[in-house]
């Protein structure tokens, strides 16, 4: 599974994939200030995908 976290300001700033576990962790210091609304994107090998607003 592939993510994608991708801010309404900033564009997407990360990919990293979920662990075995299927845990992710994001840290970032490279937004730009302000508040964001951040989109995150899971897609399967299948190609099939959700998104959310977090």
């Given amino acids: 599974m592939t993510l994608s976290w991708e801010s309404d300001l900033d564009g997407v700033f990360s990919t990293d994939a ?25 897609t399967d090998t299948d190609g099939l995908y959700v998104t959310t607003t977090v």
Avoid at 22 to 38: K, N, Q, Y
């Fill in 18 to 42: 979920a662990d075995s576990s299927g845990a992710v962790t994001v840290s970032i210091d490279t937004l730009s200030p302000g508040d964001h609304v951040v989109i995150v994107t899971a």
